[in-house]
């Protein structure tokens, strides 16, 4: 008789260290993925956009181009006119200063 | 109860609990990490649209930017030609030659400077080469502006001025000078007569 309360008390620790195993276990895991979420939350504040930023780059490059070469005709063709009205013009100040 | 029972019931009860606590523990650590991939989300979303906005504003910026230097370019091109034009009237007017049609000229200039100056006696100030021409027609130029006022008496000034062409005007007392030399007049032309220039150059239909 007292042998086999002598076995239940340690079948009662051992069903105890179990549990307080578990309990340490189950710790173990609730850290684990707090260590994991914080991983999560730095590589979301370490995420490169350099591909966007690229993108961004140069599709602004080609608008800035596109324009100046749009000015740069517009530059051309005032030259042009400038050029073929050039003796008008001069005559126009010479009357003016001659006054003739 | 048995002790037999007694032993499977103790051992079934901490089973149970030890599936209790894993459970639990599952349970939390999804939570957190379902927590932590949301909130990631957020700030991932929350960066883009930072990088989006900060390359919008660059755009702005550098396309604004390009748009001044298409119109500085637009203005440097006009004023190139519009100094072209100033360039070649200088270099016409300091050609001009000195014949009765250039003796018309310097009689219309001094006419309207006796006007302005408002005094009857004038000094002529020229440069070297009209000096010697001036003289050769002094007499037909006197006798034109006393046309218009008899009391009129003109000098010619001793100096010369470094001029194209035209007339300095100076009352005899050398209170007041009308500068009516090419210089003076293409000066006040460039000035004055800008946009009508620059409508011949540049304007619609021309």
New interface residues.
């Given amino acids: 008789m007292v042998s086999e309360i002598y076995k239940l008390v340690e079948i009662e620790r051992e069903a105890e260290e179990r549990i307080k195993n578990a309990h340490l276990e189950a710790m173990r895991k609730v850290e684990e993925a707090k260590q994991r979420a914080e991983e999560i939350i730095k590589q979301a504040k370490n995420l490169s956009f350099d591909d966007l930023i690229v993108e961004y780059e140069d599709k602004i490059k080609k608008r800035r181009e596109d324009i100046l070469s749009r000015y740069k005709k517009m530059a051309d063709e005032i030259r042009l006119k400038g050029q073929k009205n050039f003796e008008k013009a001069v005559d126009y100040v010479l009357k003016l200063v001659m006054g003739v | 109860m048995s002790?037999e029972k007694?032993?499977q019931e103790?051992?079934e009860?901490?089973e149970k609990?030890?599936k209790k606590?894993?459970s639990?523990?599952?349970k939390?650590?999804?939570k957190?990490?379902a927590?932590?991939?949301k909130?990631?989300?957020l700030?991932?979303n929350q960066?883009?649209e930072e990088?989006?906005k900060a390359?919008r504003e660059?755009?702005r910026a550098?396309?604004s930017m390009?748009?001044i230097?298409?119109?500085k370019?637009?203005f440097s091109?006009?004023e190139e030609?519009f100094e072209?034009?100033?360039k070649?009237?200088k270099n016409?007017?300091s050609k001009?030659k000195r014949d009765s049609?250039y003796l018309?000229?310097l009689i219309?200039?001094i006419k309207d400077g006796i006007k302005e100056l408002e005094s009857n006696n004038i000094i002529l100030i020229l440069n070297k080469k009209d000096k010697a021409f001036v003289k050769k027609y002094l007499n037909k130029i006197v006798s034109e502006i006393k046309k218009d006022n008899a009391n009129i008496t003109l000098e010619l000034s001793e100096e010369s001025a470094d001029i194209m062409g035209g007339v300095i005007l100076q009352t005899s007392d050398g209170s007041k000078i009308y500068n009516n030399s090419?210089d003076a007049?293409?000066n006040n032309?460039?000035d004055n007569?800008r946009n009508?220039?620059m409508n011949?150059?540049?304007g619609e239909g021309?």
Avoid: C, H, P, W
């Fill in positions: 002790l007694l032993k103790i051992l009860d901490a609990t030890i606590i894993l639990n523990a599952e939390e650590a999804s957190i990490l927590e932590a991939e909130n990631a989300e700030i991932k960066r883009r990088v989006v390359m660059k755009e550098v396309l390009a748009k230097d298409g119109k370019l637009l091109t006009q030609l072209q034009v100033f070649e009237a016409r007017l001009v049609k018309k000229i219309d200039y090419f007049r293409l032309v460039m007569y009508e220039i011949i150059l540049f021309k």
